[in-house]
């Protein structure tokens, strides 16, 4: 099919992933099989990128593995991810706490199924809290993405690379089960093409490359003994922080200008929400949707300010309440925030999210 | 000789022995008595001669050697502990005409990281493993490392390393060795001048073999603690001698190449 | 239009492809679509549903309470899903195997016994399309033109050879299906 010159495609999430790497000028994936994304890898093995952009793809022998890879190649300037679900990410912590402190850019795709431990294999957002809030140790902060619809998922592939790299960070794609799962209609994005060594080492000039005649040497490090060192590593990456909040955050509105209550939601439960706008719509009652795009940096102003004018929030995750904390602090105390989740790899229903909205925050 | 004066002995032409270039001019902090200088300098050494400094990529461990960036004028990473080859792993990968190494205890590889080690290693990674095997953890003040000998005291074994509690130390090169993808294991070490030469020939061989593209080459180093083993430098390396070599001895375990 | 689509049965009856032809002969007829599976160890063995909305406008949510039509090829199916259709809406089961029949009065149900035919014809592979055709022919959402092109778009090249076969059992599902009365 064909929608102007631009190709329309079915795919899964977890496809889709998978060709916007290729397309994006992926220099590498590295990853390890688990349900629900393995078809982020399979996709990639099957599209043999390495015959026609180069890309390197391989099945590491672990996540903490695959993490590392995605270190040593982001150290050399390589735009590289890899992708996993939520046990494997709880693996991960380790390498993305230390891709923070070398400030190395790359992306980690996190496609959410329920926990804690082996959980199930059912789709989830309890992972919100390891994502946005710093998983692993030390202070430091990832940008964070939540796509919701396939076509999110190779869009938001290509900005993760373009934050990884514009704030040298590991970054992630918090997506869900099912989000990886269904398939929808995407226009995969342009191909571009992957830096050449040289165009690397003039907008890298930090990548260990090979240390050219007569310049210093680079080293890709997060050790700083000294205190003092380290508190002003910490300053760097706290002031880019504060310009990733500033300038980088991204959310959309549905049905919010004349919205009385308001549901805030993130991928596929904002999906469900905007069916539960329909319903409330229908019954008269004016209900909006604000969908955070940017988990973090979180749309905070935007909250702010609408709590302004309308009555209350309902926050619908697919988990205990993880989401609702920050959308309270935003709000603080304006208006009632109320929360409704379902856990363990359930997810609710429109109605139940509409129900929600009627019985807690209406009544 | 007796009227020479300091002009005459720093004069060019007097010149008997020269550092490598690529080994830096800082004050290292490793305790006096350490191998890990001996064999920084060899590694520096054969980078020069073989004329790679800008081709080669290090990846450092943590442990003792966590700082080996500091010493060694070339690009380096710094790894997470253990996580050394899946770094080289990448790094290879992605820059296949570099070399890459990584420099580790036995710590570090042989236990935290023997999963990235193995597999990388499996993969026949063309990569150079420096393993320094002491058999303890320096780093952290001399506690029991996978590679302690039986008997052995450390912070952690007081009284000693015993078998039904810890195990028997573990041999890694020779786990190793047992892999299809591995081209070229070696056991050397550095207390002597003899043994020095040998061990810069088995490192300039790994790195050439690298080059090569047949496989993961590893050369163990075994080495002293004298810090972690409460012992002086010269009765570090005799207990070493007596001790370290009957577990581990020195000599190639595989080499395909040459084979 | 919006037609939100449950199809369930056992893993292997085909059902997540037969969805899956549906969601690309949407995409072929320019609708919006979306498939989501019941994915994981009922891919082995159990039971399997997905679910396929085709709309003309944008799809809001992939996740519902309720279908305008359920296929279900099985009893546990017939018995979780036959609730869960709208009022007014369509219920397709197969016989095969069943203890207990549809009861709903408020919704139009028919029977297809692909199992059966498909057995008896020595064509258990394309008991799905058998469904498909029935389903085309109480409900024409989709031309038969743009099912064809969807499967064709769906398979790969090797396989093409079998689009005549999968063209006749659509239409012979067409003739198979049967009103049930309650």
Not at chain 1, 232 to 244: H, M, S
Not at chain 1, 339 to 363: C, D, H, T, W
Not at chain 3, 26 to 32: A, D, F, M, N
Request: overall charge neutral.
């Amino acid at each position: 099919m064909r929608k102007g010159s631009e190709e329309i495609m079915l795919m899964k999430g977890n496809e889709a992933i998978a060709h916007a790497a290729i397309r994006c000028g992926c220099d590498g994936y590295f990853g390890y099989p688990i349900t629900p994304q393995s078809e982020v890898m399979e996709t990639l093995m099957e599209l043999e990128p390495w015959n026609t952009t180069g890309m390197v793809v391989l099945q590491a022998e672990s996540e903490v593995a695959s993490i590392n890879m995605v270190y040593g190649a982001a150290g050399c300037g390589k735009k590289v991810m890899t992708s996993s679900s939520s046990p494997g990410v709880s693996l991960m912590q380790e390498g993305i706490s230390y891709m923070a402190g070398a400030e190395l850019p790359g992306v980690i795709v996190n496609v959410m199924r329920g926990g804690p431990g082996l959980g199930t294999i059912q789709p989830s957002q309890a992972d919100y809290f390891q994502a946005v809030k710093g998983g692993g140790h030390g202070d430091y902060k990832m940008p964070t993405l939540a796509p919701a619809s396939v076509q999110e998922m190779a869009d938001l592939t290509v900005l993760a690379f373009d934050l990884a790299f514009k704030y040298l960070t590991p970054t992630m794609l918090l997506a869900d089960g099912i989000i990886g799962q269904m398939m929808e209609k995407v226009v995969l994005p342009p191909y571009q093409p992957r830096l050449t060594e040289d165009e690397i080492r003039a907008k890298y000039p930090w990548a260990t490359l090979g240390k050219p005649h007569g310049k210093k040497p680079n080293h890709i490090t997060s050790l700083e003994l000294l205190s003092e060192d380290m508190e002003n590593l910490n300053k760097r990456l706290q002031a880019r922080y504060r310009t990733l909040e500033k300038e980088e955050v991204r959310f959309e509105e549905i049905a919010c200008e004349d919205a009385d209550y308001v549901f805030v939601a993130f991928g596929i439960s904002a999906r469900v929400c905007q069916k539960a706008v329909e319903i409330a719509r229908s019954e008269g009652i004016k209900a909006g949707l604000l969908r955070p795009i940017t988990l973090y940096p979180f749309p905070v102003e935007k909250i702010k300010e609408l709590s302004n004018r309308v009555k209350g929030f309902t926050v619908i995750e697919l988990s205990a309440g993880q989401m609702v904390e920050d959308v309270r602090l935003a709000v603080n105390g304006k208006v009632p925030v109320e929360f409704y989740g379902r856990m363990g790899g359930v997810v609710p229903s429109p109605n139940e999210a509409f129900n929600a909205l009627k019985e807690k925050l209406i009544q | 000789m007796n009227n020479m004066n300091i002009t005459d002995i720093v004069n060019p032409a007097n010149l008997v022995y020269k550092k490598n270039s690529v080994l830096n001019d800082l004050p290292m902090h490793y305790c006096p008595g350490c191998s890990h200088g001996v064999v920084h300098k060899l590694l520096g050494d054969i980078i020069e001669e073989l004329n790679i400094q800008e081709q080669t990529i290090g990846v450092a461990p943590v442990g003792c050697a966590v700082f080996a960036y500091k010493y060694l004028d070339i690009d380096w990473q710094q790894a997470a502990h253990g996580r050394a080859p899946a770094l080289a792993t990448a790094i290879k990968r992605l820059l296949p005409d570099r070399y890459v190494f990584t420099y580790q205890g036995d710590g570090d590889l042989a236990a935290i990281g023997t999963a990235e080690t193995l597999h990388a290693c499996n993969r026949g990674e063309n990569i150079v493993i420096i393993y320094i095997n002491n058999g303890i953890y320096g780093m952290t003040g001399g506690q029991m490392a996978p590679t302690t000998l039986l008997g052995m005291k450390s912070t952690t074994s007081p009284k000693g390393r015993m078998y039904e509690r810890d195990g028997n130390p573990l041999d890694m090169p020779k786990l190793l060795a047992e892999l299809d993808g591995v081209c070229y294991v070696t056991r050397q070490a550095v207390h002597t001048v003899g043994a020095v030469k040998k061990c810069r020939r088995a490192i300039k061989k790994a790195f050439e073999y690298s080059a090569l593209n047949k496989g993961t080459s590893i050369v163990e180093v075994v080495s002293t603690c004298n810090s972690g083993w409460k012992m002086t430098p010269d009765f570090a390396n005799r207990w070493m001698v007596e001790n370290m070599f009957s577990k581990y001895p020195l000599g190639d375990i595989k080499d395909t190449i040459q084979a | 239009m919006t037609e939100e689509i449950i199809i369930a049965g056992f893993g292997g009856q085909g059902v997540l492809s037969m969805g899956k032809i549906l969601a690309y002969s949407g995409l072929v007829q320019g609708k919006e679509v979306s498939w989501i599976p019941s994915y994981g160890p009922e891919q082995r063995g159990g039971t399997s549903n997905v679910t396929v909305i085709l709309s003309d406008d944008r799809i809001s949510s992939p996740v519902l309470n309720t279908y305008d039509t359920a296929i279900t090829l099985n009893q546990p199916s017939l018995d979780r899903f036959e609730s869960l259709v709208k009022p007014g809406g369509t219920l397709i089961f197969d016989g095969n195997g069943l203890s207990r029949m549809p009861s709903r009065k408020d919704i139009n149900i028919y029977q297809i016994n692909a199992t059966e035919y498909s057995i008896s014809h020595n064509a258990t592979k394309t008991m799905n399309m058998l469904i498909l055709g029935g389903l085309l022919k109480v409900k024409p959402i989709i031309e038969v033109d743009n099912v064809l092109s969807g499967l064709k778009k769906m398979l790969p090249e090797r396989h093409h050879h079998l689009l005549p076969m999968n063209e006749q059992a659509i239409k012979a599902g067409m003739k198979l299906i049967q009103v049930f009365t309650v």
